[in-house]
């Protein structure tokens, strides 16, 4: 997972670093520039010296010889500490971190990381690494525990499904939205799995009455699980069958309600206001995002839409398990402030992993 951004990120990083190192001054460039701070520095505070000899001559004190020696032995400490500090450590100019950044952008647009994500781990890095004594030879280590840092907090906190359906009301109604073609029902089919075995018991709504194959599909995995599934005939209102499964739920003394959602494209004004409508109608514990993560920025940019549109609480990323790039996942939580609760791992449905960040950071090789 994600194997192409990291040995991007891997690739850039070392080359980001490597600029950074090569930036260095030379030793006899370090003492020549130190002697000229030394000499402003004296021009500066030269007036203040005067002042001080004019003061000593008026009270005629003598300056004691033991203090000045202590002054010269400062000093020369000082003046040997500074190329020593210059030697040793580097630093970055605004001008110079915009330069050497641009590998690590190009990397990272690449592989569909959202340009809100790009500009805040730019500005992270900036701060730890413009104008700030960089020690040679572990500017690379700087760099990428910089970078965790950074992605570590892009993922809002998790939030626990299965505690929120047992913490919460009877029946906990959840609400799924996204695009067609993401794997929306079937990723519903996988929670109502989960559902199952955490001996919780569930009915799927099929309010996905703008497909008549989408009842189908939702009825067959019905079958499979065991699970009833509520319908009313193609072409009914979404809302009037979203209700009717809560109302069957309460009857039944059911846990959870799954409701199904037409497929919309974010763009479809009369979809989404159909959306809007359901949600009202419903009122629901929890409105989950489902979108397919191998689509990088189309993810994310429909993941902002529903934001916009209902104010999602969690997201699943689906065929997380073949996305190479890993932006969508990267990018999607942080440009919509709702947390990645699962992840579509296959076709199966046990294939429905809980999201872990600490995962997500290791396989990108922090």
Not at 191 to 220: C, G, P
Not at 241 to 263: M, P, Y
Not at 284 to 301: A, Q, V, W
């Amino acid at each position: 997972m994600f194997n192409f951004l990291k040995d991007k990120l891997k690739e850039t990083v070392s080359k980001f670093s490597s600029k950074v190192e090569e930036s260095t001054e030379t030793e006899e460039e370090v003492k020549e520039e130190v002697k000229i701070e030394e000499n402003e520095s004296k021009e500066e505070t030269k007036v203040e010296v005067e002042e001080k000899k004019k003061i000593k001559e008026e009270v005629k004190e003598e300056p004691k010889e033991k203090e000045q020696t202590e002054e010269e032995v400062k000093e020369k400490k000082s003046f040997l500490g500074k190329i020593k500090e210059k030697v040793t450590t580097t630093k970055v100019s605004e001008k110079k971190f915009d330069e050497f950044f641009w590998d690590l952008e190009v990397a990272m647009l690449e592989n569909n990381v959202a340009s809100e994500v790009i500009e805040k781990i730019k500005e992270d890095l900036r701060t730890d690494i413009v104008d700030q004594p960089l020690k040679r030879g572990k500017v690379e280590e700087i760099v990428k525990d910089s970078l965790k840092e950074s992605i570590d907090s892009l993922f809002m906190n998790y939030k626990d499904l299965l505690k929120s359906i047992k913490e919460g009301k009877k029946p906990f109604v959840i609400v799924f939205v996204g695009v067609n073609g993401g794997g929306k029902t079937t990723t519903i089919a996988k929670v109502a799995n989960l559902v199952k075995k955490n001996n919780l018991n569930s009915v799927m709504v099929a309010a996905d009455t703008f497909r008549a194959a989408a009842i189908q599909q939702l009825e067959e995995h019905g079958k499979k699980l065991e699970i009833k599934v509520i319908k009313h005939d193609y072409g009914s209102d979404p809302a009037a069958v979203a209700f009717d499964g809560i109302k069957h739920a309460e009857s039944k003394n059911i846990d959870v309600v799954l409701i199904d959602t037409a497929g919309r494209l974010q763009s479809n004004k009369n979809l989404m206001d159909e959306m809007k409508k359901i949600i009202r109608v419903t009122n629901p514990d929890l409105k989950i995002f489902i979108g397919e993560s191998i689509t990088g920025n189309d993810c994310i940019e429909q993941a902002k839409q529903f934001n916009d549109a209902i104010k999602i609480d969690g997201i699943i990323l689906t065929k997380a398990d073949v996305d190479e790039k890993g932006g969508a996942a990267i990018s999607v939580s942080y440009v919509t402030q709702e947390p990645i609760m699962y992840l579509g791992t296959g076709q199966e449905y046990e294939d429905l992993k809980e999201f872990n960040s600490k995962e997500i950071i290791e396989s990108l090789g922090f």
